[in-house]
């Protein structure tokens, strides 16, 4: 049974190599309030709707469920410092979108879905166009009535690219609520160690590291995505090529994820 669908997410895994642009624009509105955020904490909920992102982190600084107009408060702020920065983090991940070509010249469609919202959205896809990425489907959270963890997105996803059924088709993604939208749709799950939100670095702080680091960071990464439920996980979404094969064998043989 062939893979009919690869549904991508952007930041960390298409685009944005270390998911910077989302953790540097939630420190900055959060310190404008006087609340300081760490890398960590700002990566936790990574990759959920960027209000309900917003939330959760008040939620955790404040040791409770917050106010609402807290939340507008801060979200009204987010949305024009993030668009503002957007530009600056979209360069496409290295031989993603050969990735994607060679994909589609075996007939799977291409997806993606996002924690951000459709203005924001459409800045990445128009600089990825740019670049020779372009999925025949973009979805956020807003068009599915919901973002990750819940499934909305992927199976609004599978009614667009006229894919079907869900276990032939997988999400890659960076974070633990891609590999938890996945799952939630019955979809195949493999996340990206080297790029993403895990290891948190553009492709050059990576690269300057000692390898022996390195080495340390993706087996670190590897193993946290692992435990949070991903089926495979690799080191960037440009090495997926080989598990078109691997999943379809596991298909054949009647397995399911
Ligand atoms: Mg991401």
């Not at 600084?61 to 979200?75: F, H, I």
């Not at 990735?99 to 951000?116: C, D, E, H, P, V």
């Not at 992927?154 to 032939?168: E, F, N, Q, V, W």
């Amino acid at each position: 049974m062939p893979i009919t669908a690869v549904i991508l997410d952007w930041a960390g895994t298409a685009v944005d190599h270390g998911s910077l642009a989302p953790v540097r624009t939630l420190q900055k509105v959060f310190s404008m309030r006087g609340i300081a955020v760490s890398e960590e904490e700002a990566r936790r909920d990574m990759g959920i709707p960027k209000r309900d992102h917003i939330r959760a982190l008040l939620a955790l600084k404040r040791g409770g469920p917050p106010a609402e107009a807290d939340v507008d408060d801060l979200y009204a702020a987010f949305i024009p410092m993030q668009m503002a920065c957007l530009e600056e983090y979209a360069t496409v991940i290295p031989g993603v979108a050969e990735m994607a070509g060679r994909l589609r010249a075996r007939g799977i469609k291409i997806g993606s879905t996002t924690g951000y919202t459709r203005p924001m959205l459409d800045v990445l896809l128009a600089r990825a166009a740019a670049q020779g990425y372009t999925p025949d489907c973009a979805l956020c959270p807003e068009d599915a009535g919901g973002g990750r963890p819940a499934p909305w997105m992927c199976y609004l996803s599978a009614i667009r690219l006229g894919t079907y059924p869900m276990h032939t088709m997988v999400k890659i993604g960076d974070t633990i609520s891609d590999i938890e939208e996945g799952r939630n749709a019955g979809m195949w799950t493999v996340a990206v160690a080297r790029t993403g939100n895990m290891i948190g670095l553009s492709e050059t702080d990576f690269a300057a590291l000692a390898p022996a680091a390195q080495v340390t960071l993706v087996q670190s990464a590897r193993a946290r995505l692992h435990d949070a439920g991903a089926e495979f996980v690799i080191d960037s979404a440009a090495d997926f090529d080989p598990l078109v094969d691997e999943i379809e064998a596991r298909l054949a043989k009647g397995l399911r994820p």
